[in-house]
């Protein structure tokens, strides 16, 4: 049974930063891209980061050099350091999992976990 299980998220102040995991199961990580999405209140939910199986790597124009994606694929993890945090972020936050992909659309995405609220006050 394939699981995402998204962790890290909480509450901080405009200008913090926090470090979001994403722990993988049930099917072969290594060989799937893996992306963070978002979704806030009343919105769509957007493409954040996304890495391919590779390590290319592809940010949103709204997150560039504040946020960085990576993979450890021996652990079966995805993880999303974001810094300098502002209250624009706040959202509950994806991660997803799809094959031979490079792309934000979220059709391409086969797997998903359950989100991780994360909140910046000002």
């Known amino acids: 049974q394939v699981q995402l299980v998204e962790s890290g998220g909480g509450s901080v102040q405009s200008g913090g930063s926090l470090r979001l995991s994403c722990a993988a199961s049930?099917?072969?990580?290594?060989?799937?891209?893996m992306g963070w999405f978002r979704q806030a209140p009343g919105k769509e939910r957007e493409g954040v980061a996304i890495?391919?199986?590779?390590?290319?790597?592809r940010y949103a124009d709204s997150v560039k050099g504040r946020f960085t994606i990576s993979r450890d694929n021996a652990k079966s993890t995805l993880y999303l350091q974001m810094n300098s945090l502002n209250p624009d972020d706040t959202a509950k936050y994806y991660c997803?999992?799809?094959?031979?992909?490079?792309?934000?659309?979220?059709?391409?995405?086969?797997?998903w976990g359950q989100g991780t609220q994360v909140t910046v006050s000002s």
């Open positions: 997803a999992a799809g094959a031979g992909i490079f792309s934000f659309a979220r059709y391409w995405y086969t797997y």
């Open positions: 049930g099917y072969t990580f290594s060989g799937y891209s």
């Open positions: 890495i391919d199986r590779d390590g290319r790597t």
